[in-house]
């Protein structure tokens, strides 16, 4: 259900982000609880970042988090920002595991919060530290879908989405209280994290509603045809969180992020949830030139272009290979990578139809596909006809054609 913000593969400024959130989980709950490190939390961390004006970290930052020292973030500039990263991550961590026992009566959910108890009762003394009132709000979203989810009977979509968008649009709004300059964007907070946790449920039944079908569990989506259309306002919904974002100065890691989203759950829907077959991998296979520096003990590595990470001296007890398993450089994704890189650049000059307004972002249909658009002039209309006439890494870049709409 969470996780589906990852950010997109190779970007360096979303890796140290990562990093340094990972970091400030195993500052304020510990590194047992380092695998709940969230991809929501880092998306939280980039957006408040962003709204102070300070988006990029530096390039000295790292990339890999692996044996990085967390002490070293006590009192930091951004730790009250690291802080609520790291206990959003904790939350959505233990939602989801009481759902896996409430649904599977799963024994290793049940393990995971006994061993995390701590950590939960931690993150949710946290929040009521920020609104008093947080955690009862929080319980009252559970109960909501709960009950949805037990009546059995039949649900919109937007309906059943309703809950966990309140729900997100709630904790998002907490961002504000991390920070005391942040308060003037809790509403724009709050109307992110509606849209993306509306976008979340809505990805979420268009991919499991053949299971869920199996296992006779609630779901709103009963058929491919639902599915294709859940997939597409779970889209819609993250071109919504995407222009309630001001434009802010600099770069923006966090629309890099929706976008990568967008463009995934566009990939799923084409594919109608089938799935390529990845290829088995050797340790040789985790690494890639100059992506980081991860020191085991008391041996430095070198970075991934060092012999011994590079393959040539993982027998010589030199540098544990594990290392360099953070660099996420997955052959299949270089070639995606590429693959999608240029496949966008092919587009520069082809027409296509505004899916929805676009103003400044949005989805243009363009080569049968909708994928991911903004206009650098005055938005554009829903159903326009547009011209693709740049890309970048949020997708493609189009203009207005005529004044009319498209004739489809």
């Known amino acids: 259900m969470f996780g589906f913000l990852r950010g997109p593969c190779g970007d360096a400024d979303y890796r140290r982000a990562y990093a340094r959130c990972c970091r400030f ?11 709940v490190v ?13 709204a102070l004006g300070s988006a990029l970290l530096p390039e000295s930052e790292p990339t890999c988090c692996r044996l990085r020292g967390a002490k070293k973030l006590e009192g930091a500039a951004d730790a009250p920002l690291g802080e609520f990263a790291a206990a959003l991550g904790m939350l959505l961590a233990s939602i989801k595991l009481a759902d896996d026992v409430r649904d599977d009566r799963s024994l290793a959910a049940r393990l995971a919060l006994s061993v995390w108890r701590r950590p939960v009762d931690t993150a ?12 009862a709000r929080f319980q009252s979203v559970i109960d909501q879908h709960v009950a949805l989810e037990s009546a059995g009977g039949p649900c919109s979509l937007p309906a059943f989405a309703a809950s966990t968008a309140a729900g997100f649009g709630d904790v998002f709004s907490l961002l504000a209280d991390a920070a005391p300059r942040l308060v003037a964007s809790r509403e724009t907070f709050r109307r992110i994290g509606k849209s993306v946790g509306a976008a979340i449920i809505m990805a979420d039944s268009a991919a499991d509603w053949r299971l869920d079908r199996r296992r006779r569990l609630p779901n709103p989506v009963r058929d491919s045809d639902a599915a294709d259309e859940a997939y597409r306002a779970a889209q819609r919904q993250l071109v919504a969180a995407a222009n309630c974002r001001p434009e802010a100065s600099g770069e923006s890691v ?8 967008i463009q995934r759950i566009e990939s799923r829907r084409c594919a109608a949830g089938a799935r390529e077959p990845r290829p088995r991998l050797r340790p040789t296979h985790l690494v890639r030139a100059g992506d980081c520096d991860c020191p085991i003990g008391a041996c430095d590595c070198g970075g991934c272009d060092a012999p011994a ?12 290979p594990s290392c360099c398993m953070c660099c996420d450089c997955w052959p299949w994704e270089r070639q995606i990578k590429k693959a ?19 103003g400044p972002y ?10 991911p658009a903004r206009t650098e002039g005055p938005p554009i209309p829903g159903g326009a006809q547009v011209l693709v006439t740049g890309v970048d890494e949020l997708g493609l870049i189009v203009q207005r054609l005529d004044s009319g709409p498209a004739q489809t």
């Open 25 to 35: 989980q195993r500052l304020f709950f510990g590194a047992r609880t380092a695998p």
């Open 38 to 50: 969230s991809y929501e939390g880092v998306f939280a961390y980039l957006l408040s970042r962003e």
């Open 124 to 135: 949710h003394a946290y929040f009521a530290r920020l609104d008093p009132a947080a955690p």
């Open 254 to 261: 966090s629309q890099r992020v929706l976008s990568a989203a």
């Open 309 to 320: 990470c590079a393959g040539d001296g993982l027998d010589a007890n030199c540098c544990d």
């Open 340 to 358: 999608d890189t240029k496949r966008f650049a092919s587009f520069v000059g082809c027409t296509g139809v505004a899916n929805g307004d676009i």
């Open 362 to 371: 949005g989805m243009a249909v363009v080569e049968g596909r909708s994928r």
